[in-house]
C-alpha cells in the first residue's frame, strides 16, 4: 500500500518510521479522521488479499498475484495496485498486467539480471503516480533504458533467447514450469478441452543431459560429453535450451529418463497427452537441428505469449530514472 501511494522504497524494518511518516507529514496530518484513513487502507486489503491468492476481487488481478508468487516478484505489487485502483478500462488493466508478467520471463529467457527489477518497479510506480497507469505510461518509461539492467526486450533478442540461452539454467524448476505450462496451453487447438495443470509435472530434458552413445551427433559419429570438443560444448549448451524441454508427469519423467529417443518416444505414445509432446511423436531422431527447429516454433508461441511493447523515439518521462 505505501509503495504503491508514496512510489518510493518501503523498507520493512523501518514500516512503523515510514507509515507514520506517510501518515503525519510535516505539514500536517494527511487524513482528517481516522474513519478517512482505515477508509484508504480498507482499498488496499482486497487487492492485496487478491494478489496473495486469499480472496478472487478481480479475475486478472489474481492471475498476476499468482504469476508474480511464481517468480518471486512481489515487488510488483505497487504498480499492480496502482493499475487496479485506476479509472482506465479493463481491457487496459489486463493488457498491463501482462505487460508486467512478459517483462518478467523476456528478461529471465534472455539471461538478464533479474536483482534490479525492485528499482525498475519503484521507478514505475513513480511514473503511474505522476501520469497515471497506462500502456502508453509504460512505453514511454521503457523508450530510452536500454541498458542491460532495465530494458524490455524486443522479440528479436526473445527469440534468440529461446534459441540460445540455458533456460533450464536461468529459470529454477517452479518457474520453468509456468514457462512450459504456458507453451502447452498455446499449442492446444481451438478444440481441446481446458485443463489446468497437474501438480506433479517435472521438466524433462528430450536430449538428456547424461547423453550417452544412444544419442549420436548428425553425421551419426559420437563425441564424449564431457570433452572439449566444439560439437560437446555446443551441446551441452543446446540441451538446456527451450527447444529440448518438455513437461512430463514425474513417473514418466523417471520411467522415461536418459533412455534413447525412439525408447522416449514410445513412452509418449501410450501415456502422455500434452499437445507440446505431439513434435515428439512425428520425429524419428532427436538431436541439434531438431532441437533448434522446435525452438523456433516455440519462440513463435512465446512472443504472442509475452509480447513486446511498442517501440517508442520519445524521452522518457519524468521521474522515470532507473
Not at 487524513?31 to 491468492?53: A, R, V
Not at 478481480?58 to 479509472?87: C, F, I, N
Not at 489446468?196 to 517435472?202: H, Q, R, S, V
Not at 531438431?290 to 508461441?301: F, M, N, P, S, W
Request: aromatic share 10%.
Amino acid at each position: 500500500m505505501l509503495g504503491a501511494e508514496t512510489g518510493q522504497k518501503i523498507s520493512m524494518r523501518e514500516l512503523y518510521a515510514e507509515y507514520r511518516a506517510f501518515a503525519v507529514p510535516r505539514g500536517g496530518p494527511r487524513f482528517q479522521n481516522i474513519e478517512d484513513e482505515l477508509g484508504m487502507l480498507g482499498k488496499y486489503s482486497p487487492l492485496y488479499e487478491t494478489l496473495e491468492g486469499r480472496v478472487i476481487e478481480d479475475e486478472d488481478l489474481h492471475w498476476l498475484g499468482r504469476k508474480l508468487a511464481v517468480w518471486q516478484v512481489t515487488t510488483a505489487y505497487p504498480v499492480a495496485m496502482q493499475v487496479s485502483m485506476s479509472s482506465i478500462d479493463d481491457e487496459e488493466k489486463g493488457e498491463l498486467y501482462h505487460l508486467i508478467y512478459s517483462y518478467i520471463v523476456r528478461r529471465a529467457l534472455c539471461g538478464l539480471t533479474g536483482k534490479n527489477l525492485n528499482k525498475v518497479f519503484q521507478s514505475i510506480s513513480l511514473v503511474f503516480l505522476k501520469h497515471g497507469p497506462s500502456v502508453d505510461s509504460l512505453e514511454r518509461y521503457f523508450a530510452d533504458k536500454d541498458g542491460d539492467s532495465t530494458r524490455y526486450p524486443s522479440d528479436d533478442e526473445f527469440r534468440q533467447g529461446i534459441l540460445s540461452k540455458p533456460a533450464y539454467m536461468l529459470a529454477p524448476q517452479a518457474r520453468i514450469r509456468d514457462i512450459l505450462w504456458e507453451l502447452e496451453e498455446a499449442s492446444r487447438s481451438e478444440f481441446a478441452e481446458t485443463t489446468t495443470m497437474p501438480p506433479d509435472l517435472w521438466t524433462e530434458h528430450m536430449l538428456p543431459t547424461a547423453w550417452t552413445k544412444e544419442w549420436p551427433f548428425e553425421q551419426g559419429e559420437f563425441v564424449e560429453r564431457w570433452s572439449r570438443e566444439r560439437k560437446s560444448e555446443e551441446r551441452n549448451t543446446l540441451i538446456q535450451s527451450v527447444g529440448n524441454l518438455t513437461l512430463l508427469t514425474s513417473r514418466l519423467n523417471i520411467s522415461a529418463g536418459n533412455k534413447g529417443f525412439l525408447a522416449k518416444r514410445e513412452k509418449l505414445k501410450k501415456h502422455t497427452s500434452l499437445f507440446l509432446n505431439r513434435w515428439f511423436l512425428e520425429r524419428d531422431l532427436w538431436n541439434e537441428s531438431e532441437i533448434r527447429q522446435r525452438g523456433q516454433a516455440l519462440a513463435d508461441l512465446a512472443v504472442d505469449i509475452w509480447p513486446a511493447l511498442e517501440p517508442m523515439k520519445v524521452e522518457s518521462v519524468d521521474g522515470a530514472n532507473s
